[in-house]
C-alpha cells in the first residue's frame, strides 16, 4: 500500500526557532511537493522537487527551505519560524510517469508558533 | 493562469440527500481535472479524475463530468452517508506539468 509518512502529527515551536518538517514515501516517486493549508485558501504550494538535489519554488517560498538528499525523503525548513507560519502543512509525492500524476498526501503536520 | 473555483461551504445535508458541489476552473490547453476528498484527521486521497472533453470520472457513488464548453467539473452523488463528511477539493493539472492547482476546498456535513 502506497504510504506517504510525516514527522509529527502537531508541532508547537517558538517565533524564531528553526523548524524541520520531514516527509517519506515509500513508493519510489520521483516528485514530491511541500504545500500548507489554510482556511478559506486551500492547498498553496511552497516547493516541489522533481529529482534528488533538485528543487523548484512554488507560489509561497518566502520564509521557506527545503532538502531532498534522498529520492525517498523531502525536508521543509523554517529558518526562523513566524506567528504567520502557523498551519497545516501537507507532504504529497507522484510518479515521474502515467501522466496525469496523481499526488499521494500524508497526514499532515499542525504547527502552531506561538 | 490557471485558476480553479469551488463552491464555498460549509455544505449541510440530511443522509440519502442529493449532492452536487460545482466547481469551474481556467486553464490554458486541456487540463485533466480531479476530485481530492479529505476526511477527518488525514491527507488528501483521489476521489475521481477525468483526462479529456466529456470523460465521466466515477467512484464510490460519485461522478464528475469534464466538461469543456462551460469549463466545469462538478461533483454529484445521489445519496450521500454520514461517512461522506469530509473537504472535498476540485483540481486541475496541465498536460506535461507536475504541478495541480488546487480549489479552495468545500466541507460537507452529512447528519443521520
Known amino acids: 500500500d502506497v504510504k506517504v509518512t510525516q514527522s509529527s502529527r502537531y508541532l508547537v515551536k517558538r517565533t524564531g526557532e528553526k523548524v524541520f518538517l520531514e516527509c517519506v514515501q515509500d513508493m519510489d516517486h520521483e516528485n514530491m511537493f511541500w504545500y500548507r493549508q489554510d482556511p478559506g485558501l486551500g492547498l498553496r504550494l511552497i516547493y516541489f522537487s522533481y529529482d534528488v538535489k533538485m528543487k523548484e519554488k512554488g507560489d509561497i517560498p518566502e520564509g521557506y527551505s527545503v532538502s531532498r538528499e534522498k529520492k525517498e525523503r523531502f525536508s521543509l525548513i523554517l529558518e526562523s519560524a513566524s506567528t504567520n507560519q502557523t498551519s497545516m502543512y501537507l507532504c504529497a509525492s507522484s510518479s515521474g510517469q502515467d501522466q496525469p500524476y496523481e499526488q499521494y498526501f500524508g497526514p499532515g503536520t499542525r504547527l502552531t508558533v506561538t | 493562469g490557471n485558476s480553479v473555483t469551488q463552491m464555498e461551504g460549509p455544505v449541510t445535508l440530511s443522509e440519502e440527500a442529493f449532492l452536487t458541489i460545482n466547481c469551474t476552473y481556467t486553464?490554458?490547453?486541456?487540463?485533466?481535472l480531479f476530485w481530492y476528498v479529505q476526511y477527518p484527521g488525514e491527507g488528501l486521497q483521489l476521489l475521481l479524475k477525468a483526462t479529456k472533453a466529456d470523460d465521466k470520472g466515477s467512484n464510490k457513488g460519485f461522478e464528475a463530468t469534464y466538461r469543456k464548453e462551460t469549463t466545469s467539473f462538478h461533483l454529484e452523488k445521489g445519496s450521500v452517508q454520514v461517512s461522506d463528511s469530509a473537504v472535498y477539493f476540485c483540481a486541475l493539472q496541465n498536460t506535461g506539468g507536475f504541478k495541480t492547482i488546487f480549489g479552495a476546498g468545500t466541507r460537507l456535513f452529512v447528519k443521520a
Open positions: 486553464a490554458t490547453g486541456y487540463p485533466s
